[in-house]
């Protein structure tokens, strides 16, 4: 049972037990516990729920913009799951990070490649593993013919990966190709193919 008195870490640990209930993806999964056990734990663990105030969470999560806007997105994330689990079990009367700065995301400009840099890396890719004192085997194409498909189509590198035969139409007004799966990495089981994207779009 939770309530003020209650520490972080016992928050989070009957949070993590949830978490394995819920439909997500095991990638999503591990994001979320590394998320947790790497940045947001280490500086709520030794306060009792009670204590942690908007400006507790404000001052941390300006903490966390300063090093990257992604960072302290990802830690708002998971500070408002957790707060929005200790809510559903009566255990504060408010969720915390309701109240703090919102975070601005930095503007940035969409860059193309120009030509020369798009040779350069075609240059790259065609020399790679191909010196004289290089040992091991030596490259089949693979690296090559996957910077191709990158530059042809924009897809994200798991994305790539994770193209079949099936995908690919070649029809009278070009190839089209289906984008139906990702290559992710799994703790323990390393690379695998999972059956839809990372998103719909």
């Not at 990070?97 to 930095?106: A, I, K, N, W």
């Not at 790259?124 to 910077?147: E, F, N």
Request: glycine fraction near 8%; hydrophobic fraction near 35%.
């Amino acid at each position: 049972m939770l309530d003020l008195t209650s520490s972080f870490q016992d928050l989070a640990d009957l949070w993590l037990e949830d978490l394995e209930l819920q439909k997500l993806s095991d990638g999503t999964k591990e994001n979320y516990r590394d998320d947790l056990r790497l940045h947001v734990l280490p500086q709520f663990r030794h306060f009792t729920l009670g204590e942690i105030t908007t400006g507790r969470v404000e001052w941390f999560l300006r903490s966390e913009r300063a090093v990257s806007y992604s960072r302290a997105k990802h830690s708002r994330t998971m500070l408002n799951l957790l707060f929005g689990f200790a809510l559903r079990h009566d255990a504060i009367p408010r969720n915390p990070v309701q109240g703090t700065s919102p975070l601005r995301r930095p503007k940035g400009e969409p860059q193309a490649l120009t030509l020369d840099q798009i040779t350069a890396i075609r240059d790259a890719a065609s020399r790679w593993r191909t010196g004289l004192d290089v040992k091991g085997p030596k490259p089949d194409g693979q690296v090559r013919d996957i910077i191709e498909v990158l530059l042809g189509t924009a897809l994200r590198i798991g994305e790539c990966l994770a193209l079949r035969m099936c995908d690919v139409e070649d029809g009278p007004s070009g190839m089209t190709i289906s984008v139906s799966g990702t290559v992710v990495l799994r703790t323990g089981s390393g690379a695998v193919r999972q059956d839809h994207p990372k998103t719909e779009h």
